[in-house]
């Protein structure tokens, strides 16, 4: 039986730069991700995938679920086997012979998912909260004298009673798991209940705390915030929230919000995270929406007059996140909502002069083509309408 590795994350007790403790992202892409319909990633893209997310610096990843068979423990070992540079996570169910199937990956840490509210305990462990509570003690102890680092993953934690999800926590400490994920597993929660469940948790528990949001009402990162402003430790999240139902908290705009609003460091070079989307879109077969925030095309593409006549005097005049950051750049596109700012600068990079009418004649131009064509306006469009514009014109165009 392989040993496993002893390569983790840094705890996030540690105080960054700026005073506050650093917040740790544990991506998912390969698990929960994964299980978005459709999507099926083979060996050598869960290695890319891993690979670009340790590029990037996210210091740990949940590379997949061991018990699903020989196939699935050897793209996991593969993923270990590369050496990277950021902590390999088995997701398991809380069984022993999941654990056992973990140890066969080579990984020196797991989650164990418990069902702990009473609708899931009903469901899958007999109805009996103490069945959870010593299914847990039991496998927790088991991979923990097989030399495994344990997370315990609190399954539909957002509608269990609040005392007994104490319990729990209070359990899987004494098991000795080093960390205990909140799983808003059916996308119940709001930022205000969010804060609220993670505030009562940390004021029980040492333990480090991750938050694991769904997105079926487009809360996920916004909960995700309020989790960590509350006192968790980690962040559950899936590149371009990829997952199952409407997905999870996207990697991409908690990393950027975090330092945006907070101040708060995760360790993920910003400027990486078009290039995750990129691998990940092509492996999962998926596009990424042209307004996609943070990696879409068009998050720094401008066409209204009023804004781009603004950024053209100072980009913060409608810009609040410096595309630098991302290494992206500003981009003005000519369309029906270009104003004679957008076409002075267009021709002013073009090399190409005109009077204050013939630009007005050309921005009619323009907004007639848009308008036609459902689309944004070329260049080389607007070059040809300059040319016809001013083939007509009494006076001399350069």
């Known amino acids: 039986m392989p040993s496993p590795t002893s390569k983790f994350s840094p705890r996030p007790e540690a105080a960054t730069a700026t005073g506050q403790r650093r917040v740790i992202l544990n991506d998912t892409t390969l698990r929960d991700g994964e299980q978005a319909p459709g999507v099926a990633f083979t060996t050598a893209e869960k290695v890319a995938i891993a690979s670009a997310l340790a590029r990037a610096g996210v210091p740990e990843i949940e590379a997949g679920t061991p018990a699903m068979g020989i196939e699935e423990i050897a793209a996991i070992r593969a993923i270990v086997e590369a050496d990277l540079p950021l902590t390999t996570i088995a997701w398991c169910r ?3 012979e999941d654990v056992d199937a973990a140890l066969q990956t080579g990984v020196g840490m797991v989650n164990l998912s418990l069902p702990v509210s009473d609708v899931q305990i009903a469901a899958k462990l007999g109805g ?103 006192g968790a430790s980690h962040a559950s999240v899936t590149v371009m929230g990829l997952g199952e139902r409407a997905g999870n908290a996207p990697l991409e705009e908690v990393a950027v919000a975090l330092r945006q609003l907070y101040g708060r460091d995760t360790g993920v070079e910003l400027a990486q995270l078009d290039g995750i989307a990129a691998v990940v879109a092509m492996a999962a077969g998926r596009s990424i929406p042209l307004n996609k925030a943070i990696v879409g095309e068009h998050i720094f593409t401008h066409e209204s007059g009023i804004h781009v006549d603004g950024l053209l005097k100072d980009q913060r005049t409608y810009q609040a996140l410096d595309p630098t950051l991302l290494g992206r750049r500003n981009r003005i596109v000519l369309g029906k909502h270009s104003g004679l700012s957008a076409i002075t600068s267009l021709l002013t990079d073009l090399r190409l002069t005109a009077t204050a ?37 009494l006076s001399n165009c350069a």
């Open 94 to 96: 809380m069984r022993v």
């Open 128 to 230: 009996r909260r103490a069945n959870a509570l010593e299914t847990l003690r039991r496998v927790v102890g088991y991979a923990r004298d097989k030399g495994l680092e344990v997370a315990v993953g609190g399954e539909d934690s957002s509608r269990a009673d609040r005392a007994f999800l104490i319990d729990v926590v209070a359990c899987a400490a004494a098991a000795g798991a080093r960390r205990f994920r909140v799983a808003d597993t059916l996308s119940v929660l709001d930022p205000e209940s969010s804060a609220s469940l993670l505030a009562a948790l940390r004021a029980t528990t040492d333990l480090e705390l991750e938050f694991h949001g769904h997105d079926d009402l487009g809360l996920a990162t916004a909960n995700t915030l309020a989790a960590v402003k509350a």
């Open 357 to 393: 009418e013939q630009s007005r004649a050309i921005l009619a131009r323009v907004r007639a083509h848009a308008v036609d064509h459902k689309g944004p306006v070329a260049s080389e469009t607007v070059r040809q309408i300059w040319h016809e514009v001013c083939n007509r014109a």
